[in-house]
């Protein structure tokens, strides 16, 4: 099994797409849509993405996982606490 991301040539200004140049074209990784792949449907090996690339798209994944959720006000959650304050 491997992680996978889709790849789009739609350009946004958000912390969910990751923007990038690939063979001299805009191109965006989508890191809400990371999904688990099986290895046997991978037959043919299309293209590699520069090395740096990568890095700084693990890099925002990373941070993307790591981050506090959000509620509709946009301020992070906090939990209440067990002891009245």
Known sequence: MLWTVP???T???????YPFLFKN?????????LRVMS???LLRRVDVM????FKKIIEALVCLVKAEPLH???VPRRPKPL???
Request: net charge positive; no cysteine.
């Open 25 to 33: 074209e805009d191109r965006s990784v989508i890191l809400t849509q």
């Open 72 to 74: 509709k006000g946009g």
């Open 83 to 85: 002891i009245p304050v």
């Open 11 to 17: 350009m946004k200004d958000s912390p969910f797409y």
């Open 7 to 9: 790849i789009t040539s």
């Open 50 to 53: 520069p090395e740096k690339d």
């Open 39 to 41: 290895t046997k449907r």
